[in-house]
């Protein structure tokens, strides 16, 4: 059951509203792999997946780094790992360029539109660098309340505080908030975690033993929104 008297909607943006991969990083995956020792470029992804988890799990307070200086430490040592011969400042530049500008989902705009007929204010709240999900907003005109990141926060969804955060900065209690998201564990457990009621978009259909509201779209979110307010 959602809480009722909602203020205020917090949302996930890559994996979410826009593709947490796209072409650009595809071809970033194929070109470690093309230039390595990988057996495969799922093994890339996986091992690209662990290395940058672990370094955003480390990034925090006087400890944060920016999620491209992240991305740049994580490709010299996965190119390392896989010995392949490739300059990391441009694979992560493409990686920039693909969260300046990444596909976005077909419902993303009739999402927005609906939230926006509610009159229920929106606000990202994404792991990333201002600039980027600035531009990328920018590039599709993506309109909200406001935009809080974890360069922001100096956190990212690795705890609770980047929640803490975004409550702090949007002036809600968390049983005013409902935040939707794809990952299980930062946009789920954090978000429990820091007191607000999370609803889990798992598109893939997943199995999931938790106890969590999930949907697989945008729009059904909207209709429990609209059923339980």
Same mark, same amino acid.
């Given at each position: 059951?959602?809480?009722?008297?909602?203020?205020?909607?917090?949302?996930?943006?890559?994996?979410?509203?826009?593709?947490?991969?796209?072409?650009?990083?595809?071809?970033?995956?194929?070109?470690?792999?093309?230039?390595?020792?990988?057996?495969?470029?799922?093994?890339?992804?996986?091992?690209?997946?662990?290395?940058?988890?672990?370094?955003?799990?480390?990034?925090?307070?006087?400890?944060?780094?920016?999620?491209?200086?992240?991305?740049?430490?994580?490709?010299?040592?996965?190119?390392?790992?896989?010995?392949?011969?490739?300059?990391?400042?441009?694979?992560?530049?493409?990686?920039?360029?693909?969260?300046?500008?990444?596909?976005?989902?077909?419902?993303?705009?009739?999402?927005?539109?609906?939230?926006? *007929?509610?009159? $229920?204010?929106?606000?990202?709240?994404? +792991?990333? %660098?201002?600039?980027?999900?600035? @531009? /990328?907003?920018?590039?599709?005109?993506?309109?909200?309340?406001?935009?809080?990141?974890?360069?922001?926060?100096?956190?990212?969804?690795?705890?609770?505080?980047?929640?803490?955060?975004?409550?702090?900065?949007?002036?809600?209690?968390? *049983?005013?908030? $409902?935040?939707?998201?794809?990952?299980? +564990?930062? %946009?789920?457990?954090?978000?429990? @975690? /820091?007191?607000?009621?999370?609803?889990?978009?798992?598109?893939?259909?997943?199995?999931?033993?938790?106890?969590?509201?999930?949907?697989?779209?945008?729009?059904?979110?909207?209709?429990?929104?609209?059923?339980?307010?």
């Amino acid at each position: 059951m959602v809480r009722k008297m909602i203020r205020g909607l917090f949302c996930d943006f890559y994996g979410t509203v826009v593709y947490e991969n796209g072409p650009k990083s595809y071809e970033v995956i194929k070109r470690v792999f093309k230039n390595g020792n990988a057996e495969s470029p799922e093994q890339v992804v996986e091992y690209w997946w662990k290395s940058f988890g672990k370094l955003l799990s480390e990034s925090y307070g006087g400890n944060y780094c920016t999620q491209y200086e992240a991305a740049f430490k994580c490709f010299e040592v996965l190119l390392n790992h896989f010995q392949a011969q490739d300059d990391p400042k441009e694979l992560c530049d493409m990686m920039a360029e693909h969260w300046s500008h990444p596909p976005i989902y077909e419902e993303t705009m009739e999402f927005l539109k609906q939230i926006q *007929e509610m009159e $229920i204010p929106l606000y990202f709240i994404t +792991n990333s %660098d201002d600039r980027f999900v600035e @531009e /990328a907003m920018k590039y599709y005109r993506l309109q909200t309340s406001g935009l809080i990141t974890s360069e922001q926060a100096k956190c990212y969804k690795t705890r609770k505080d980047i929640f803490l955060f975004a409550l702090e900065k949007t002036g809600l209690k968390p *049983e005013e908030v $409902i935040h939707i998201g794809d990952s299980l +564990n930062g %946009d789920v457990k954090y978000a429990q @975690e /820091a007191g607000i009621h999370p609803i889990w978009l798992n598109r893939e259909e997943k199995e999931v033993s938790e106890k969590v509201m999930t949907v697989t779209s945008l729009l059904d979110a909207v209709k429990i929104l609209r059923s339980e307010i």
